[in-house]
Nanobody, 123 residues
Framework: QVQLVESGGGLVQAGDSLRLSCVAS????????MGWFRQAPGKEREFVAT????????YYADSVKGRFTISRNNAKNTLYLQMNSLKPEDTAVYYC????????????????WGQGTQVTVSS
């Protein structure tokens, strides 16, 4: 199974940008649909964005649509999340995960969860 490691989180001010990365081990990264999820303190893990195996199809949560962009580089086994116009409510631990089916928002369909990277947005 694919193993994933996230990075790129940090402490920023409202309105700033961050780019998260998720590096996958193994040679089958390009066959997986990928997703970003986040979990704020005291809340359930929620869907953020997903991308198909070839990077063409994407889907976003309404709360991030127009501000976040998911992308991938299969040659580098890397998934990205460009986050612009960050808001305090974006504060959470961000996780990447893989699925065998494609563009999916259902976290139950995902596996290989990374350890997460903390994003904190101050007002």
């Amino acid at each position: 199974q694919v193993q994933l490691v996230e990075s790129g989180g940090g402490l920023v001010q409202a309105g700033d940008s961050l780019r998260l990365s998720c590096v996958a081990s193994g040679r089958t990264f390009s066959t997986y649909g990928m997703g970003w999820f986040r979990q704020a303190p005291g809340k359930e893990r929620e869907f953020v964005a997903t991308i198909g195996w070839n990077g063409v199809n994407t889907y976003y949560a309404d709360s991030v649509k127009g501000r976040f962009t998911i992308s991938r580089n299969n040659a580098k086994n890397t998934l990205y999340l460009q986050m612009n116009s960050l808001k305090p409510e974006d504060t959470a631990v961000y996780y990447c995960a893989a699925n065998m089916r494609g563009v999916l928002a259902d976290k139950g369909a995902y596996g290989g969860w990374g350890q997460g990277t903390q994003v904190t947005v101050s007002s």
